[in-house]
């Protein structure tokens, strides 16, 4: 199997996993350079995932469907281009030849979903759309604090050496922010001089992993002394996980 991120829009990655002959995609905000990557590739496209509604994650599925014919899944919950297969958590996914869980993870949107798998090329791989990102996590547009921390804490209960597929290259600008959050985390500074090379040689810096996250990403770390000491400083009043979280929140959607 192979995984790659396809770019599109500014900072968008549409991830396809291919055995080189059938492919599937997940969050095809634009068909045209999936259809391209289909092409030069000789691939047939057998599966579209979605994760959730926002158009630079769904505005391709109709192309898609149309022009090959693939099958979409998405939340049940939300708005996703039909006709299309509704899931929700406990709901599997048999793609690829491989079996998909479906994981809630309300936060970002009120029915976002995640797509977990134990085993591709001897790891575990997940398709987190718009909830966890490497360093970082969405933005709370429809849920609270209290979903999103919920929705973090089931990804993070996954084995840690799973791959974690984010949608968008976000790592620089969110280590900028947890280096700020924990200038002491000495896994962190080194993570971020790692993802600067990358991106420096022009190369994407996901997948990440759930270990890795674990170690540099200030919203899974909210629990955490160092963090928790920075929450207070942003926000007197954070004085526990959810309010530490949602300072922590806060004070991302403000830091420049």
Known sequence: MKLIPVPAFADNYLWVLHDGKRALVVDPGDATPVLAFLK??????????????????????????????????GPATEKIPSPYEHLKEGDKVTAMGLEFNVIDVPGHTAGHIAYYTPEV??????????????????????????????????????????????????????????????????ELVAYNAECVKLR???????????????????????????????????????HDDISVFAAIRQWKNQFK
Not at 201 to 223: D, M, V
């Open 200 to 238: 420096d040689a022009g190369q994407p810096t996901l997948p990440t992993s759930i270990e890795q996250e674990l170690k540099i990403n200030p919203f899974l770390r909210t629990r955490q002394a160092p963090v928790k000491t920075a929450a207070l400083h942003f926000d007197a009043s954070a």
């Open 40 to 73: 030069a590739n000789a691939l047939e496209l057998e599966s579209i995932l979605v994760t959730h509604h926002h158009a630079d994650h769904t505005g391709g599925v109709d192309e898609l469907r149309d022009t090959t014919g693939a099958r979409v899944y």
């Open 121 to 186: 090329n001897g790891r575990p791989l997940l398709f987190c759309g718009d909830t966890l990102f490497s360093g970082g996590c969405g933005r709370l547009f429809e849920g609270t604090p209290a979903q999103m921390l919920a929705s973090l804490d089931k990804l993070t209960a996954l084995p840690p050496n799973t791959g974690v597929c984010c949608t968008h290259e976000y790592t620089l600008g969110n280590l900028r922010f947890a280096l700020a959050v924990e200038p002491g985390n000495t």
